[in-house]
């Protein structure tokens, strides 16, 4: 079983849609969660982190659910500019001591389309 | 954005040739990773430093040699590559402060191409 597991996508929608992206992860001892981003030939950037309480930033939501070791990120008015792959992010170890240990899920693809 | 840098971004090398990735780091982190990332997989880690001690080596063939001279900087050395080697090679930074955040930033990659 994969440590991170994404939705395989790819998802094409119209702009102004709204999408929900899922993952789940494999280790219940993991402690931190992220979404980052990555466009195309692009190095991937944080999105958002993902705490158990749920947060939102603008039009970005994401949620946390530890016992179903789910996390999901929504997006709502879906932008032509959000189209880039969504990377979930797991740091397995749960250590913060001697670096950061990230494991990063596939990636799901999202085009939103005019 | 010019947190983390990298050079070359692209790099085209045969079989025989040795060369070296650069990275550097502008934020005063402690942290610093290589990853690798081939068409259609997940981010691979290959090595993590913390003040400038190598802490992880997920069993990287001995073809990738890492060097951190300083919490700057940080090198990863190539030779006798081979085809399947070709991908965009990632390198991050991170704080690696236990009262902070372990987010990392990366820089924009040098895409490795090998014939």
């Known amino acids: 079983r994969k440590e991170v597991e994404q939705d395989p996508g790819p998802f094409n929608v119209p702009e102004g849609a709204t999408v929900a992206f899922n993952c789940t992860y494999s280790?219940?001892?993991?402690?931190?969660f992220f979404w980052y981003r990555q466009d195309c030939r692009k190095e991937p950037k944080l999105l958002m982190s993902v705490y158990s309480s749920g947060n939102e930033d603008g039009r970005f939501t994401a949620q946390l659910n530890r016992a179903s070791q789910y996390i999901s990120l929504l997006i709502r008015d879906s932008k032509l500019s959000d189209s880039a792959t969504y990377l979930c992010v797991v740091n397995i170890d749960g250590s913060l001591a001697s670096g950061s240990r990230l494991t990063f899920g596939e990636g799901t693809q999202l085009t939103v389309n005019p | 954005e010019t947190g983390v840098t990298q050079t070359p971004r692209h790099l085209v090398m045969g079989m025989t040739n040795k060369k070296s990735l650069k990275c550097e780091q502008h934020?005063?982190?402690?942290?610093m990773y290589w990853y690798k990332q081939s068409a259609k997989k997940p981010l691979e880690l290959m090595f993590v430093?913390?003040?400038?001690?190598?802490?992880e080596n997920n069993s990287v063939p001995s073809r990738f040699s890492p060097e951190c001279p300083n919490s700057s900087h940080l090198f990863l050395h190539l030779h006798t590559l081979q085809p399947e080697d070709s991908a965009l090679y990632l390198c991050?930074?991170?704080?690696?402060?236990?009262?902070?955040?372990?987010?990392?930033?990366f820089g924009p990659g040098t895409r490795l191409t090998v014939l």
């Open positions: 430093y913390s003040l400038e001690e190598r802490v």
């Open positions: 280790n219940s001892a993991s402690q931190s």
């Open positions: 934020l005063g982190h402690n942290a």
């Open positions: 991050a930074s991170s704080q690696d402060d236990p009262r902070s955040t372990d987010t990392q930033y």
